[in-house]
């Protein structure tokens, strides 16, 4: 922060001798109000024009101030004519020079050479401001304001001197930032200002109590303990004007203030007032380096600190110590669909949640991400009770954080991480991190809405996670994607009616992936787009050879879309491009989409549907019955099948046994006239127990394993 140089005249002033100061830059003259008296002038600001009208020109040749800059370092006495009452008398003053910090003269003051006793009280009042000017400089924070209260003790003669900052919530309270009492300097101590002088001070900016303070506030237990009589104090402002602390004097004497410690206090109170604000204005930086701004939770780089401490400390028993990083599920879901604002206060309402959560525990909290948390927990007595928090933080997700006038459900991914005391030295702060998030991927991988505890495998799969992300950005340039396809089977011909196109990473290290391990991570990259535009171009070429080389026109291809794609606004264009380039029939293409895609903003999806349809394309809802299926949103989307999750199809028994959901969802399709597909059809049981309900289009391995399209039988 800048500091600011006050203007020399508003000490001078103060002063109850008449004396005036010329200022270089503005070539202005004041003068003090005895001064103006005694001269008979109409303003305290004289500007050259009026200096002209009481100085002969002669006179104020000889004063000109680029020679005086140049030839006077120190005092001197100048001699001048002054028009007074009509006549000019003689005038024989003594000039000193005003230097700022870089030693340039920046103006002069000049009084009656024969005050002597006022030249002396100038001369301690200059020594005075030299003196802490050069503290100023020369020290900062805590170390200025030692210096501060012991030199004010001692040039003014007092035996207590106070620089105190207001605190508290209400700003009710001064907390001493230095305090010097009888020789001795010390800190911390807080002060109540309510009926106290210096509540006064923050009221009123100053306040002097020459004798009898302690019978003026009784209650003051400051002044009783201390046992002062007298009390001057000044509040200390920012740049807004705001009392942001006090500084006050006090001693068991009667004090009797003249000009030179008035003025004297004036300039401590305005220095103090700058390096508090200085300081203030780092604290609030460093508050913000460790503290996040918008749930006020320690910052990553705050939380790593606090491990390294924890790691390098002893304690006489042994204990765990754990790390809890917890991920919101979803979380850009909420981001993309309901806007930054609202996920803000999630944020903020997730945050206090896990404060009073942990409230009872020695923990500190940190958000190091978006939407990812770190609790660490400094004495855990075992495993066993790491768990129990692990499944409470769970199951307590199943209440709904209201922002607005809206629900808002969330579950969680924890990764967990522990070590006994007696292993720590084996560990650092970044180490802990890692194997935290490395837990929390795990969770993730394994389904969300659980936690999962730390173990050696799970670094070795964060490292293969790495490199898949670094080598994704370079499979379609080295053409390592391929595209397998599943056939769907109408039940009541027996013939393949069309094939769903699934995309496979033929990876150089680790042989083909199939999207569990790779879809998450060109999310994340942003490079599901452009994965997704190859997928559909490719399916709708392959579906086209096959319809000429098989003499099938009727065969469908189905692709699968992203949600990103899904709301990329020229998802329309690249489609019909794509069947353009390929001369596929837009009624030969099927694409692909989820409930929870269309829900995050049902309006704008509708339209676009209704658009794809328009064209002659088909549009069918994949994974139906795992997502928050809504017969009144279902019976308005635009869709032409529905397809059965492969988690229902698996509940057919061999005995035949009902499968109420199947059974709902075949009907509810019928009554909506709406296709019904069964996906993850493997035996003979599911084909008999769908035909016996009403469904006759299927999907499964009891017909064929997705395979390349070289083994593709139409």
């Not at 802490?132 to 035996?159: C, H, K, T």
């Not at 605190?167 to 010390?186: C, M, P």
């Not at 989307?637 to 075949?666: C, H, M, T, Y």
Request: proline residues 3%.
């Amino acid at each position: 922060m800048a500091r600011t140089i006050e203007h020399p005249w508003n000490t001078l002033k103060q002063l109850s001798i008449p004396i005036w100061f010329f200022d270089i830059e503005k070539e202005n003259i004041y003068v003090s109000e005895r001064l103006k008296s005694k001269w008979k002038l109409d303003s305290t600001l004289l500007s050259c024009w009026d200096l002209q009208q009481l100085i002969p020109k002669d006179d104020l040749a000889y004063m000109d101030h680029q020679t005086m800059t140049k030839e006077n370092r120190h005092f001197f006495y100048m001699n001048y004519r002054l028009m007074n009452d009509g006549k000019y008398e003689w005038m024989k003053d003594i000039v000193t020079p005003f230097f700022d910090e870089d030693g340039n003269i920046i103006g002069y003051t000049g009084m009656s050479a024969p005050h002597s006793a006022y030249i002396e009280e100038l001369g301690r009042i200059k020594e005075a401001i030299v003196e802490i000017g050069d503290a100023f400089l020369s020290y900062n924070g805590q170390e200025f304001f030692d210096f501060l209260v012991e030199y004010l003790s001692s040039v003014l003669d007092v035996e207590t001197v106070l620089v105190g900052e207001l605190t508290g919530e209400a700003k009710n309270e001064v907390t001493a930032i230095s305090f010097s009492h009888k020789g001795i300097t010390s800190s911390g101590l807080r002060y109540a200002l309510k009926n106290t002088p210096c509540e006064q001070v923050t009221r009123f900016h100053e306040c002097y109590y020459p004798n009898d303070v302690g019978t003026l506030f009784p209650e003051d237990q400051t002044i009783k303990d201390y046992g002062v009589e007298s009390y001057h104090g000044k509040a200390l402002l920012n740049s807004d004007g705001e009392v942001i602390g006090i500084l006050a004097i006090m001693d068991y004497r009667t004090q009797t203030s003249g000009p030179l410690s008035k003025a004297l206090f004036q300039i401590f109170a305005d220095r103090t007032a700058n390096e508090l604000s200085r300081m203030q204005a780092e604290k609030k930086l460093e508050m913000l380096s460790q503290y996040d701004p918008l749930t006020g939770l320690v910052t990553r780089s705050y939380l790593l600190g606090i491990l390294e401490g924890e790691i390098q400390s002893t304690a006489e028993k042994e204990h765990y110590m754990a790390l809890l990083l917890i991920d919101i599920d979803n979380f850009k879901m909420i981001n993309d669909s309901w806007g930054h604002t609202k996920g803000d206060e999630l944020l903020r309402q997730f945050s206090r949640y896990l404060r009073q959560t942990f409230a009872h525990h020695d923990a500190v909290i940190s958000r190091i991400s978006s939407d990812e948390f770190v609790v660490l927990l400094r004495h855990v007595q075992s495993i066993e009770e790491l768990r129990g928090i692990s499944d409470h933080v769970i199951h307590s997700m199943r209440r709904p954080f209201l922002i607005g006038e809206k629900e808002f459900y969330n579950t969680v991914s924890i990764g967990v991480t522990f070590t006994p005391e007696r292993l720590r030295d084996q560990y650092s702060g970044e180490t802990l991190l890692r194997h935290a998030d490395a837990a929390m991927h795990e969770a993730k991988r394994s389904g969300k809405n659980r936690y999962a505890v730390y173990e050696e495998k799970m670094s070795e799969q964060m490292r293969e996670e790495l490199h898949l992300k670094q080598s994704l950005h370079h499979a379609l340039d080295k053409h390592q994607f391929e595209l397998h396809y599943q056939p769907q089977v109408c039940g009541r011909t027996s013939q393949v009616i069309g094939h769903e196109s699934l995309i496979r990473w033929n990876h150089p290290d680790y042989g083909l992936l199939s999207p569990q391990y790779f879809i998450s991570l060109a999310e994340e990259s942003g490079m599901i787009i452009e994965i997704g535009e190859w997928v559909l171009n490719e399916a709708c070429q392959q579906a086209k050879r096959w319809q000429v080389e098989d003499r099938r026109p009727d065969l469908k291809i189905s692709v699968n879309l992203s949600a990103q794609q899904f709301k990329d606004f020229n998802l329309s264009k690249k489609v019909l491009k794509a069947l353009r380039d390929s001369k596929l029939p837009p009624d030969s293409l099927i694409l692909e989409i989820t409930e929870t895609m269309v829900l995050q903003d049902f309006e704008r999806s509708t339209d676009t549907l209704n658009g794809l349809r328009e064209k002659g394309i088909k549009v069918h809802l994949d994974d139906f019955g795992v997502g928050f299926s809504s017969l009144s949103y279902l019976n308005r989307l635009p869709v032409d099948a529905i397809k059965i999750d492969r988690s229902f199809i698996n509940q057919i028994g061999e005995q035949g046994e009902e499968v109420p959901i199947v059974n709902a969802i075949i009907s509810m399709a019928k009554s909506l006239g709406i296709q019904v597909i069964a996906e993850g059809v493997e035996t003979s049981e599911h084909m008999a127990y769908l035909k016996q309900k009403g469904c006759y289009e299927y999907q499964g391995y009891y017909f064929s394993k997705p395979v390349p399209a070289s083994l593709v039988l139409n």
